[in-house]
């Protein structure tokens, strides 16, 4: 077993991408560099094709915005085993169908506030962990005589810019013509601020908190306040159009230190311990394949001739009772209702419980002397017996 990474081209339109899941594929290679993972250990997905990826059984960090599929539980294979870091369900809901398939995978890594509350409210364990971006190391010093950038800074906030940082600005754009090499250009546009910058001014949040990251000066500002954004307010101030007259244009860079090792010791962990668990219980279950198989007899094989022995003498269109509530009793109840649909059940007993089965209550077993019709299944927990009735 593998770790994996997904690479995608993260289309905004017919003509450009947003360079931004690249950068979050960047910080993912940082993560498995703190781990200690080798390259060679580390399969390549491309985004579209997680549904159907048939190579070998892989632990794949989710660390990005719901996939392009209408259902979460549609999105992997089962060769992708998915551990939730930094997910976002961006604007959506869950149906029933996610909501048993997240709580599976818990505890759920959430990006943003909404997500988190979506799972909580659903009863799946989750806690918000923000983007896996803040993990970029932290340069030794940032280039204080370097240039400002402003990367898709919106109308709205230029205005706003003092000429001193406007003028000879750098201006950039996150939105890249398709077909250009995406992970070269996500590597040379880091090591471009890394080197050169000295205030980041953005509205994107993948400009904005991998530069906090490496503690370079960065104004996140944006027209209005994204649901994804809610979380990193709590290390800088997002301006919205109404509080453009309110930016510190002279913030500091914020320390991260303390907080990045502990995120990164705790997603360590949870890929480690998933790793751990599924590669033993992989190689438990291989032991115990490698060995002469025969098939054993269960209480309901053994069950299914005696029915169909009475279906002779009593036709199909018999009555019958159960005799024991338990989860072989249901399965015997399913049986019957799919191999034999004009049967009608028209008791069900228990000595312990009074239960409701299927629109029935449980009857005392003393009322089985009583049934003149029909015949009994005896349903015991590790075997069963048919009693015919007159």
């Not at 491309?46 to 599929?69: N, Q, T």
């Not at 898709?152 to 398709?178: C, F, G, T, Y």
Request: charged share 25%; aromatic share 10%; proline share 5%.
């Amino acid at each position: 077993m593998k770790f994996a990474t997904t690479y995608s081209k993260s289309r905004i339109s017919e003509r450009k991408n947003n360079i931004g899941e690249t950068i979050i594929d960047l910080a993912m290679d940082e993560i498995y560099q703190y781990m200690g993972i080798q390259k060679n250990s580390i399969i390549h997905i491309d985004k579209p094709e997680i549904s159907s990826y048939s190579g070998e059984p892989v632990i794949l960090p989710i660390v990005k915005g719901h996939p392009r599929y209408h259902s979460i539980s549609k999105a992997f294979s089962n060769k992708v085993i998915p551990v939730f870091i930094c997910w976002s369900l961006l604007d959506g809901a869950l149906n029933q169908e996610d909501i048993e398939y997240l709580k599976a995978h818990e505890p759920i890594g959430c990006r943003d506030e909404h997500t988190l509350n979506e799972c909580l409210k659903n009863g799946i364990k989750a806690y918000l962990n923000g983007c896996i971006t803040i993990c970029f190391p932290h340069l030794e010093k940032y280039n204080e005589d370097g240039k400002v950038y402003l990367v898709d800074v919106q109308p709205e906030l230029e205005e706003q810019i003092p000429e001193n940082l406007k003028k000879n600005a750098v201006r950039l754009s996150h939105l890249i013509p398709e077909g250009e090499d995406l992970y070269g250009m996500a590597k040379a546009l880091l090591e471009e601020y890394a080197t050169s910058a000295r205030l980041i001014i953005t509205s994107r949040l993948h400009a904005a908190i991998p530069c906090m990251a490496m503690g370079i000066p960065v104004i996140l500002a944006k027209n209005d306040f994204p649901s994804r954004y809610t979380w990193c307010d709590r290390f800088l101030p997002i301006y919205d159009q109404s509080q453009y007259d309110q930016i510190d244009w002279n913030p500091e860079p914020v320390d991260l230190k303390e907080y990045k090792k502990i995120m990164l010791d705790l997603v360590s962990a949870r890929l480690k311990d998933v790793f751990q668990m599924e590669t033993s219980c992989r190689k438990i279950n291989q032991f115990y394949s490698e060995r002469p198989h025969r098939v054993g007899v269960t209480a309901l094989s053994k069950t299914i001739p005696l029915i169909e022995q009475n279906v002779e003498r009593f036709g199909e269109d018999f009555e019958y009772s159960l005799w024991g509530i338990s989860v072989l009793t249901e399965s015997i109840y399913q049986y019957i209702q799919n191999r034999y649909p004009k049967a009608c059940l028209i008791h069900v007993y228990d000595k312990y419980r009074v239960l409701e089965f299927h629109g029935y209550i449980t009857e005392p077993v003393e009322n089985i002397l009583k049934q003149e019709y029909g015949f009994l299944i005896a349903c015991p927990m590790l075997d069963t017996i048919t009693l015919e009735m007159n």
